[in-house]
């Protein structure tokens, strides 16, 4: 299966602008990557793949109600405060 990659198309999706010559350079590149996907193909595989080389566990802990911060306390530490909530900066341009 050879498949091919139009990068004009790929960099105009991503908005980006490419020169003809980046333009073939990608192209072979891309090209090479699929041949290296293609070859992986033809390796023969008859055993069950493994999720994990070494046997996991779960290692969480018990979610149990434990004792929590008062809300007083949380705003002391905070770097500023308005009605009882933590105050932060604006992090969105246009809202």
């Given amino acids: 299966m050879k498949a091919k990659i139009d990068v004009s198309y790929v960099a105009q999706l991503a908005q980006l602008e490419l020169s003809d010559e980046q333009t073939e350079l990608f192209q072979g590149q891309l090209e ?15 055993q069950e793949p493994a999720a994990h080389g070494q046997r996991l566990s779960a290692s969480l802990r018990q979610d149990v109600v434990g004792e929590s911060l008062s809300a007083e306390a949380v705003i002391a530490n905070a ?8 105050k932060v900066p604006k992090v969105v341009a246009d809202a």
């Fill in 79 to 86: 770097p500023a405060e308005q009605d009882l909530q933590i």
């Fill in 32 to 46: 090479n990557i699929l041949g290296f996907i293609d070859k992986l193909t033809e390796l023969p595989i008859d």
